[in-house]
C-alpha cells in the first residue's frame, strides 16, 4: 500500500510493506535518519517522533495506521544552518556523547517544554523516563534541559 | 490494512473477517512483529473509530490511552495509568489493548478487579457486558470471541473514594510489573484488594477481604494478618523477572501498605 505522511510538514509518500513500522518507512523508504533504529520493542525511545504531536516509539507505529498523520523529526527541528533552541542548549551542556540516544531526547525534550514551559526537575525526569542512554550522560542532558527552564524562568 | 473510522464499519469488517488481527495503540503488537516475525495478513485498525476514544462517567472507551487515563478523575487509575511503560508508551497504549492482550502482568487488571469493573464487548450480533473475570480467563486468553471487538469498560456507579495502586518492578519507568497490587475501601469500611503479576490472570484475595472486614478495629495484628493472608493467597511462579518467594512477600508488603494508604486517607 501507498502511504502520505506529512513530515516536518511537506508532504510525502511512501510504498508500505505489511505491518512495517513507521521507523522503517522513515529510515528506509524516506532517507530520515535521525530517529534510530535500536531496541524496536519501545524500550528506548531513541525512535520518538511526534505523531500528530505526541511522542511515540515510532518502532511500534504500523507505518499503514500512521497515513494521513503528522510526523516531526528531530531533521525537522531548527532551520537551515540554524539550532533549534533544545539542540543549542544540549551542544552548551555537552549533552552529547556517542549521540545516539540525542535525537530520541530531543523530541521528547521539544514535546515537554512546548506543553508546559517551566516544569520541575521531577517533571523533566518523567518527560524523559522513556529514553536511555547507554552512555549514561543523563546529568549533562537534565543540565540542558534545566537551563532552559532557567532562561524561561527568569 | 483496514482503518475503519467508526464503529459500525470496525464491527462490519470484524465480522467480515473474524481472524484478523485488530491494532490498537500498536505497542504489544508491533514487539511481536519487530521480534518474533509475526506478520499479521489482514489488520483492523482501530486508532481513527472515534466512539472507541469516548470517555463518559463511568463509560471508558476501549481507545483511551493511559495518557489520557493519567490525567483523568480516578486515582487509582490515574496511579496505574502513570506507572505504564514511559510517556511514550502512554501517549500510544490503549486500555482495550490492556485488556486484549492479556497479560498476567496487565498493569489496568488491578484496578479493574478490585472495583469489579466490566468489559463490554460488541460484534454484529449485539452488545454483551462481562464481569472481569469472565473477561480474563488464562495467560493471554480472554473469552472474547473472534467477531467482538472490546468496546468499552464500564466501572461501576460508585467507586469507592479511597483508593490506592502501587507496582513493583526494577525502576521506576518502563517496567514490567513483578508484582502489582490495588486496594479500595469502600465508604462503609469495607476493603478489597487486587494483585497482578502473581497468577494466571489478575485476582482478589478474598480471605484476607474476609478477614479484615470482620475487623471493626484495623490493630496492628490484623493488619498483619491480612498482609499474611494476601501472601497465603497469590499464586506466583519463578521467572525471569523474580521468583515466587519474593512476589509472595512483596504481594503482602505491597497489599498492607496500601490498605494503610487508605485507611490513612
Given at each position: 500500500m501507498k502511504i502520505t505522511l506529512f513530515v516536518n510538514g511537506e508532504e510525502?509518500?511512501?510504498?508500505?510493506?505489511?505491518?512495517?513500522?513507521?521507523?522503517?518507512?522513515?529510515?528506509?523508504?524516506l532517507g530520515l535518519l535521525g530517529a534510530k533504529d535500536a531496541c524496536l520493542q519501545g524500550e528506548c525511545g531513541s525512535c520518538t517522533v511526534l505523531l500528530d504531536g505526541e511522542p511515540v516509539c515510532s518502532c511500534l507505529v504500523m507505518a499503514g495506521d500512521a497515513s494521513g498523520s503528522d510526523v516531526r523529526t528531530v531533521e525537522g527541528l531548527g532551520?537551515?544552518?540554524?539550532?533549534?533552541?533544545?539542540?543549542?542548549?544540549?551542544?552548551?551542556?555537552?549533552?552529547?556523547?556517542?549521540?545516539?540516544?540525542?535525537?530520541?531526547?530531543?523530541?521528547?525534550?521539544?514535546?515537554?517544554?512546548?506543553?508546559?514551559?517551566t516544569p520541575t526537575a521531577d517533571e523533566i525526569r518523567e518527560a524523559l523516563s522513556g529514553n536511555i542512554c547507554r552512555c549514561t550522560g543523563y546529568g549533562a542532558v537534565l543540565r540542558a534541559v534545566e537551563s532552559l527552564v532557567g532562561e524561561r524562568r527568569s | 490494512m483496514e482503518r475503519p473510522?467508526?464503529?459500525?464499519?470496525?464491527?462490519?469488517?470484524l465480522a467480515a473477517n473474524p481472524e484478523a488481527t485488530l491494532l490498537a495503540g500498536g505497542t504489544d503488537l508491533m514487539v511481536e512483529v519487530n521480534y518474533h516475525s509475526r506478520r499479521p495478513e489482514h489488520v483492523i485498525a482501530l486508532r481513527r473509530v472515534e466512539e472507541l476514544r469516548q470517555w463518559e462517567g463511568t463509560r471508558l472507551g476501549a481507545g483511551v490511552?493511559?495518557?489520557?487515563?493519567?490525567?483523568?478523575?480516578v486515582r487509582a487509575l490515574a496511579q496505574l495509568a502513570r506507572t505504564v511503560g514511559s510517556p511514550q508508551i502512554r501517549a500510544a497504549g490503549t486500555i482495550g489493548g490492556n485488556l486484549g492482550t492479556a497479560s498476567p502482568a496487565?498493569?489496568?487488571?488491578?484496578?479493574?478487579?478490585?472495583?469489579d469493573a466490566h468489559i463490554e464487548l460488541q460484534s454484529k450480533r449485539g452488545t454483551r457486558t462481562v464481569l472481569w473475570n469472565e473477561f480474563l480467563v488464562g495467560v493471554k486468553r480472554t473469552s472474547c470471541a473472534d467477531d467482538e471487538l472490546i468496546t468499552a469498560v464500564i466501572l461501576p456507579d460508585q467507586l469507592p473514594p479511597r483508593q490506592e495502586f502501587a507496582k513493583i518492578g526494577v525502576r521506576s519507568a518502563m517496567v514490567i510489573a513483578t508484582v502489582s497490587a490495588c486496594v479500595m475501601v469502600d465508604d462503609d469500611g469495607r476493603a478489597r484488594v487486587a494483585l497482578g503479576a502473581v497468577g494466571p490472570t489478575v485476582l482478589r484475595a478474598r480471605r484476607a477481604e474476609?478477614?479484615?472486614?470482620?475487623?471493626?478495629?484495623?490493630s496492628e495484628a490484623a493488619l498483619a494478618e491480612f498482609g499474611r493472608l494476601v501472601s497465603e493467597?497469590?499464586?506466583?511462579?519463578?521467572d525471569h523477572r523474580s521468583t515466587e518467594e519474593y512476589r509472595r512477600h512483596a504481594a503482602g508488603v505491597l497489599s498492607r501498605r496500601l490498605l494503610e494508604r487508605c485507611l490513612a486517607a
Open positions: 510525502r509518500e511512501a510504498p508500505v510493506q505489511g505491518p512495517e513500522s513507521l521507523l522503517f518507512v522513515l529510515r528506509e523508504r532551520g537551515e544552518g540554524e539550532l533549534h533552541p533544545v539542540q543549542a542548549a544540549f551542544v552548551e551542556h555537552g549533552a552529547v556523547q556517542c549521540g545516539f540516544c540525542t535525537p530520541g531526547f530531543l523530541m521528547s525534550t521539544v514535546h515537554l517544554l512546548e506543553h508546559n514551559p | 473510522s467508526g464503529l459500525e464499519e470496525a464491527l462490519g469488517a490511552t493511559f495518557r489520557r487515563i493519567e490525567q483523568g478523575p496487565g498493569d489496568s487488571h488491578p484496578f479493574l478487579a478490585a472495583c474476609e478477614m479484615i472486614n470482620a475487623e471493626s478495629v484495623k493467597e497469590v499464586k506466583p511462579i519463578t
